[in-house]
């Protein structure tokens, strides 16, 4: 348990579906992650949200919408995916400016 | 844009080997260095390296870093068949984002 929890573990959704990816993380930390992990690639990171601001959008596609109401919980909200969106994505908090992340046991999501 | 290449990209060792994975990076400002341990899904903080030469170590887990040629190595002595594990290296940079490597997959094999 490493204190980040993340909801649903598995989603299958077709691709005119809308859908959400929920993490809730009980560490006090103020900042929070979406990384996305595909085979044999690295982790690639989404968002970053600092004090619930959004401080970094990787150049992701607008059908990934993230939405943070607070420091603790922090949401991913889908819409008309690609099968290529299948992959595993994973929340992580930190505090800001420190190096160490604790991540989730990530949303193995599949689009069909 | 930072980089982070780690080697091999799969090691398969039997039970009781020494393995050492490696990790060389690029990038700006460097700030740290981290080494996760991915099981099954949530990766796992293993070391954080900020300093060259100064080794840290976690049991029969080992890590040292070299700013000067922008490498580091995690070293595992007598490995067990719980250290099948997906390593991951992750360096920092000026933008306080964490950059990953595509990982090693470790199997070790009784």
């Known amino acids: 348990e490493t204190g980040v929890t993340q909801t649903p573990r598995h989603l299958v959704m077709g691709m005119t579906n809308k859908k959400s990816l929920k993490c809730e993380q009980h560490?006090?930390?103020?900042?929070m992650y979406w990384y996305k992990q595909s085979a044999k690639k690295p982790l690639e990171l989404m968002f970053v949200y600092n004090f619930k601001e959004q401080t970094e959008n990787n150049s992701v596609p607008s059908r990934f919408s993230p939405e943070c109401p607070n420091s603790s919980h922090l949401f991913l909200h889908l819409h008309t995916l690609q099968p290529e969106d299948s992959a595993l994505y994973l929340c992580a908090s930190s505090q800001v400016s420190a190096g160490e992340l604790f991540f989730g046991e990530g949303s193995r999501l599949t689009v069909l | 844009e930072d980089k982070v290449v780690q080697s091999p990209l799969s090691l398969v060792v039997h039970e009781g080997d020494t393995v050492t994975l490696n990790c060389s990076y690029e990038?700006?400002?460097?700030?740290?260095l981290l080494w996760y341990k991915q099981e099954k899904k949530a990766p796992t903080f293993l070391f954080m390296l900020?300093?060259?030469?100064i080794e840290k170590k976690s049991g029969r887990l080992s890590s040292i870093l070299d700013k000067k040629e922008l490498f580091s190595i995690l070293n595992i002595t007598a490995t067990q068949t719980g250290d099948s594990a997906i390593y991951l290296c992750a360096v920092t940079g000026t933008a306080s984002k964490l950059t990953f490597g595509t990982g090693t997959r470790l199997q070790v094999t009784l």
């Open positions: 560490l006090g930390h103020n900042a």
């Open positions: 900020t300093s060259s030469g």
């Open positions: 990038v700006t400002n460097f700030r740290s």
